[in-house]
Structure formats: structure tokens, C-alpha cells
């Protein structure tokens, strides 16, 4: 961390370790350790875990990247894949002087108090970049996992899809069982270049007791195509992000689908914005969010239309199971051209009575019937998704099935 | 007697809507139960299948033997009662095959070794829909009426039930669905016998069926009961309405 070319962002950062976020309850970081207190190491259950977000460590074809705490146990494979490259940032950074130029570059280190600190405890995060013109088959695989108690993790990850190149990255955030208190602070810049294709799925699973907070942008050059896809299915203390899009070049997309089932006490506070900036650009946004227990679920989404022949998109569909749960969406469009079309829709309400009724007509349980009817909801769909990530999500969404599984009641 | 429904009133949002029906119904029997709009048809379907916004407020309704007033809907369809909707709902995220094998008892995600995996190919094949790329369609969605009906019956045929309620499976059919919802609900009767009440403003469906008994109603109640044979031409020639008030004179 001793690096001079690192010094003026350290500055940066001491300037706002204080500095709240614009969204989202204020944590006080003090609370967390920074130094991991079990020897990361990869047992069955960690495995378990990992792939219960996604990333199979066994999967000794594709190229993945295991974080646990501070440690990276797996940086595996990614030199024999033609195109491919997959480190640590720091290692990254130490290799190559022109990544510099990528580092805070998407994103702000002064945003807040939670970019501040990942600079000032930055622990590794994966650097991924894909040569130009090269497709990269298999999904890249990440996984980054808390296992110390009280542990708060802070990664700075770099993605960059060089031009003409096309990627599928797959990103696992998890806690370990034992583990109750953490905090993730992970920070992630992606650059799309000219005519490129990242698609991004990050599934988290946290625990009770986790906060957390990433903080993402990306840049979308010419042509270039930006997806991501995210998936929150186990109850978090407190979670708030708002990533954003930027469409710099002529023809960019992006498209965030976001699949929310918020239960318990979780505090879910996701968003995304698109900035529309180059003639031509398209942003899309669909939430689909389920509520139950006391969760409290804030959707928001932000659309800016800022060029000629721009066109954005947003969705919020939203059931609520509890009455003790709510969902709240507020939607953004902001028309800074005379050239851009914008629009939205938004539908919050209970469980279609009249599917229940259906459903148990052909001898299904009430409960069993619940479960089916919120999976179906939810079902991803998920555009640019290869076909096992997109059973690997459903199967996700099984657990959901409360009879298939044997669980208890309704969660109210 | 499977069914046996005694002196039933029935009201929903407080507004009675069947007004004392009597009807009983044999094991392997099939009746047809018309009459105009409004009459009261779908509201004794849904009653009997257990929706709870139609109140029972007096009378009483046995199936097989027990008293089903208080049973839920699910409770119900386990004993053997299923009803084929007349307007089923479209469902997004949920396959058909699915609901098929789940009709049939067989958890699709978590099959046990002993479970019947092709059982929803079986029973869209007996309604002529492709069962490889029915089974994996979304519930309804994007179905055509007569493709709607199919699955229902794809659907009820899964439970093996003693009772079908088939709330007008042929409106909105084209003649060829006709034919198949007909002939593939002769095929199930023959092979099965079980009962069933078919709800439908048309002879052409219950020429394949011949039931029993025609029961025609009217402002909630049991206007005219007959033979299909005697009633059916009258119906077509002079119409519900003069009918009832005909056999209203002659009594």
C-alpha cells in the first residue's frame, strides 16, 4: 500500500471516512475487525457454501478466483485459458503499470465513508480481463467469503472486456455458517470496451447479521453490451447499493435484472442507474422483489436520457407476503434531451388469490402452493445467462418451495 | 350416492346465489347441468370445489360418503374431486408439467425413485397436446382457448379423481378441439367410469358423453331435471326460458 502513485487516493479516502452515504442506514465501521482470525483454509462445508452462490470450486475447467477473508486460496487456471486472465488486483496492479489507469477511474474514492475505507483496508479483490476478440465459453468464476467473526471485507475488483471481446463472469458473496457479525465493502469498476459483451451475475447469500455495502460502476464504450444480473435470496441485516451504468459510447446498452427475496428483518436498500450519455444508448431495469417477514425493501432506479435516440426502461414488480413486510419503489426518469424515451412501470400487491385457488384446486397445499406461485414470480428468465447458470439460480430459488424442503410456516 | 347436495343456499359478497339445489350424483354416472347466463352454473362448480368466497348458509353437500362444507380446496381435490376452470388463469414462471406431475402427486423438483416422471407427457399426449414442448410451456400462457381446456383436462386426468366438474369445457373451442377435448374425455370415462357433471350451453359436447340426466337451472335452483334424450331437442327448439315456464304450466 506503500505505492507514491497511491498516495493522493489515500488522501482522498482520509478525507472521507466520515463522509455518509447518499442511500441507506450509517454503519459504524469501527464496530469491525480487519484482520482475519481463522486460518482460511477450503472445507467441505466452505465448498457447500460457495456453491450454494454459484461458484463451483471443483469445476477445474473454468477459470476461478477463491477470497476467503484476506486470503487468496484459488486464483486457478485462468493463464491456460486462451484470452483469459485472472489475478489478484494487488498482484495485478504490482504486474502491470497501465492498469493504474483503471483504478478509481468508474468509480470516486471520496463517494463515502465505504470507498473510503476500501482503499484505506483494501483486501486483494480479483482483477479479470479478457484480450480483445477473444469469447471466453466457460463462466469465469469469483467467490469472495467472510469466515471470521466480526470480519469486514473490503475487495477492489477490476473487470475489462478489451474490444470485441465477449465474457460471462459469475460472482458468489458469502459468509461462512459460524460466522454471524461481518461486513463486506466490496468495490467494483468494469470497463466494456468498444463493441464488447460482459454479462455479470453476482449472487450474494448472507447472513443475519451482515452488512453490507458494494459499490459498482461501470463504463460501456461503442457498441459495447453491459448485463448484470443479480440475485438476493437469504435474509441480511442491511444491504444497500446503487451500481451505475455509464453509456459512454455510441450504441452502448445495459440491462440490470435484479431478483430480490427479502425476508426476516432484512434492510435491502438496491438500486442501479443508467446514464444515457451517448446518442443511441439503451438502459434497461427490472426488479422483481418478493417481501416477507419485517423486511424492508427500497427499489430504486434511475434512468437519464442525455443524448439523441436514447432509450430507457424501468420495471418494479413486487409481492408482498406479510403485512408486517414492506416495498417501497421509486423510480427515476430524468429527459435531459429533447431525443430520449423513457418509461416505467411499477406493480406492488399481495399474492394473486385467484393462482392460490388454482393451484390448490389441483390438490396442492396452501403452503406448498405459496411456495411454487413466489419461485414462479421470481423464475429468472435472465437474459445472456448460460443454461446451467440459469438452472443453478432456479435451483436457488428451490429452497424457496418450503414443503420440497420441509421447512416451517409462512414466515410472517 | 358420490355426491349428495341437500337443500344447498349458497351466497357470495352477502347476495344469495343458489337458492336450494338438490342433486345426487352415482359412482361412474355423468349429468350435464345447463342453463342460461347467470343461472347459477359455475357458482355450484366453484362451491362444490371449496372456494371460500362461496358461502354455504344452509344445506349440505356430501362427497363420498362425508361432509365436505368445511373442507378446503385442496382437501377437497385430495378426496377426489377436480374441477377443469372454465377460465383458467396464466401463470408466468410456472411450467405446465410441472402442475401436472404435482396433480398427479409427484414433486417435480424432488422426485422419489417410485414417482411416475412421465406422467405429464402421458396425459398431454391423451389431449393431443406435444408433450415434450407443452410440458416445458408456462401455465397457460399464450394458450389458445381450445389449448386452455386441453391442459385443464391434461391436468384433472393427472388426479384420477371420482368426481369431474367440467365448468363448459367447449366454449370458445374450435371444432377441432372439440372433437379432442369429446373423444379424450370418452377415452377417460370408459377407462376410469368416474363421475362426472359437465356444465355447458351446447348439445355437441354432450354427444360424445350421453349423460344420464340433464338438469337445467335457473335463478339458483333445479328448474327442470330430464332425460338427455327427451330434453335436449326442446331445449334446442323452443329455448331454456319457454321451457321451464312450459313445464311450470303442465305441473
Keep these: 500500500m506503500s505505492e507514491g502513485w497511491r498516495e493522493k487516493f489515500r488522501t482522498q ?22 484482520s482475519g482470525n481463522v486460518k482460511p483454509s477450503m472445507d467441505d462445508d466452505t ?59 468508474a468509480l470516486s474514492v471520496s463517494q463515502d465513508k465505504y470507498t473510503a475505507i476500501a482503499e484505506l483496508k483494501q483486501t486483494k479483490g480479483y482483477y479479470i480481463r479478457s484480450a480483445p476478440n477473444e469469447k471466453i465459453d466457460r463462466p469465469v468464476q469469483a467467490c469472495l467469503f467472510i469466515g471470521s467473526e466480526g470480519m469486514l471485507q473490503a475487495p477492489h475488483n477490476i473487470i475489462i472486456a478489451e474490444e470485441g471481446s465477449e465474457m460471462n463472469v459469475i460472482t458468489g458473496c458469502t459468509v461462512d455458517t459460524k460466522t454471524k457479525k461481518a461486513a ?18 453476482m449472487i450474494h447469500s448472507w447472513s443475519d447479521e451482515a452488512y453490507v455495502r458494494p459499490r459498482t460502476s461501470v463504463i460501456v464504450e461503442e457498441g459495447g453490451t453491459f448485463i448484470s444480473n443479480y440475485v438476493l435470496i437469504k435474509p441480511v441485516k442491511d444491504i444497500q447499493s446503487y451500481p451505475t451504468a455509464y453509456l459512454a459510447g455510441r450504441g452502448a446498452t445495459a440491462k440490470f435484472n435484479t431478483i430480490m427475496y427479502a425476508s426476516k428483518d432484512s434492510i435491502i436498500d438496491l438500486g442501479n442507474k443508467i446514464l444515457c450519455m451517448a446518442e443511441g444508448t439503451t438502459g434497461e431495469s427490472v426488479f422483481k422483489v418478493v417481501a416477507t417477514g419485517n423486511s424492508k425493501v427500497y427499489n430504486r432506479g434511475q434512468i437519464v436520457g442525455q443524448n439523441r435516440f436514447t432509450k430507457g426502461h424501468l420495471e418494479c414488480r413486487g409481492m408482498i407476503l406479510c403485512p408486517t413486510a414492506s416495498i417501497t419503489a421509486i423510480p427515476e426518469l430524468i429527459a435531459e434531451h429533447s431525443d430520449t424515451e423513457l418509461s416505467h412501470e411499477a406493480a406492488i400487491g399481495k ?16 403452503d406448498q402452493a405459496i411456495g411454487i406461485l413466489v419461485k414462479g414470480f421470481l423464475d429468472p428468465g435472465l437474459p445472456g445467462l448460460p443454461e446451467k447458470l440459469q438452472a443453478e439460480i432456479r435451483g436457488r430459488l428451490s429452497m424457496l418451495d418450503r414443503s420440497s424442503t420441509g421447512s416451517k410456516k409462512e414466515p410472517c | 350416492m358420490l355426491l349428495e347436495i341437500e337443500k344447498l343456499h349458497v351466497s357470495v359478497e352477502g347476495k344469495e346465489l343458489i337458492k336450494g339445489v338438490d342433486l345426487k350424483i352415482d359412482y361412474g354416472e355423468i349429468v350435464a347441468v345447463m342453463g342460461h347466463n347467470a343461472s347459477g352454473k359455475t357458482t355450484l362448480a366453484l362451491t362444490l370445489a371449496g372456494f371460500p368466497q362461496y358461502k354455504v348458509t344452509s344445506g349440505s353437500m356430501k362427497f363420498d360418503g362425508q361432509d365436505i362444507t368445511y373442507k378446503t380446496i385442496d382437501e377437497r381435490a385430495a ?71 386441453r391442459s ?72 327442470l331435471t330430464g332425460s338427455y334424450g327427451d330434453l335436449m331437442p326442446k331445449i334446442e327448439s323452443i329455448g331454456y326460458e319457454r321451457l321451464i315456464r312450459e313445464a311450470g304450466k303442465s305441473e
Excluded at chain 1, 479516502?13 to 464496530?31: C, E, F, H, P
Excluded at chain 2, 372433437?179 to 377417460?188: H, P
Excluded at chain 2, 368416474?194 to 360424445?208: A, E, F, V
Aim: aromatic residues 8%; glycine residues 6%.
Design chain 1, 13 to 34: 479516502a482520509l478525507q472521507a471516512v466520515t463522509k455518509r452515504a447518499m442511500y441507506g442506514n450509517d454503519i459504524d465501521l469501527s464496530d469491525f475487525i480487519y
Design chain 1, 47 to 105: 465448498k457447500k457454501r460457495t456453491l450454494e452462490v454459484g461458484v463451483d470450486i471443483n469445476d477445474v475447467k473454468s477459470g476461478t478466483y477463491f477470497q476467503m477473508d484476506h486470503s487468496v486460496l484459488l486464483s486457478q487456471l485462468a493463464s491456460k485459458i486462451k484470452g483469459l486472465e485472472l489475478l489478484p488486483t494487488d498482484v495485478a496492479l504490482q504486474r502491470y503499470e497501465w492498469l493504474r489507469d483503471y483504478y478509481w477511474k
Design chain 1, 351 to 366: 399474492l394473486q388469490e385467484e393462482q392460490l385457488h388454482y393451484l390448490m384446486a389441483r390438490g396442492i397445499s396452501p
Design chain 1, 184 to 201: 463486506h465493502v466490496g468495490v467494483s469498476e468494469f470497463y466494456v470496451k468498444k463493441n464488447a459483451t460482459l454479462v455479470f451475475t
Design chain 2, 152 to 223: 385443464e383436462l391434461a391436468q384433472i386426468f393427472a388426479m384420477r379423481p371420482k368426481l369431474m366438474i367440467l365448468d363448459e369445457p367447449d366454449s370458445g373451442v374450435d371444432i377441432d378441439s372439440l372433437k379432442i377435448v369429446g373423444n379424450s374425455l370418452r377415452e377417460y370415462f370408459r377407462s376410469n367410469r368416474c363421475s362426472m357433471i359437465i356444465i355447458t350451453h351446447h348439445r355437441h359436447i354432450l354427444q360424445y358423453l350421453e349423460p344420464t340426466r340433464v338438469h337445467i337451472l335457473s335463478g339458483g335452483r333445479v328448474a
Design chain 2, 79 to 149: 378426496m377426489g374431486l377436480a374441477l377443469a376452470f372454465q377460465s383458467p388463469p396464466a401463470i408466468r414462471g410456472i411450467r405446465l408439467g410441472h402442475v401436472i406431475s404435482l396433480a398427479g402427486g409427484v414433486n417435480p423438483w424432488s422426485p422419489k425413485p417410485s414417482d411416475d416422471l412421465d406422467l405429464p407427457q402421458r396425459m398431454l399426449a391423451k389431449v393431443n397436446l406435444d408433450p415434450q414442448s407443452y410440458a416445458n410451456r408456462e401455465l397457460n400462457v399464450g394458450f389458445s382457448g381450445g389449448e386452455r381446456k
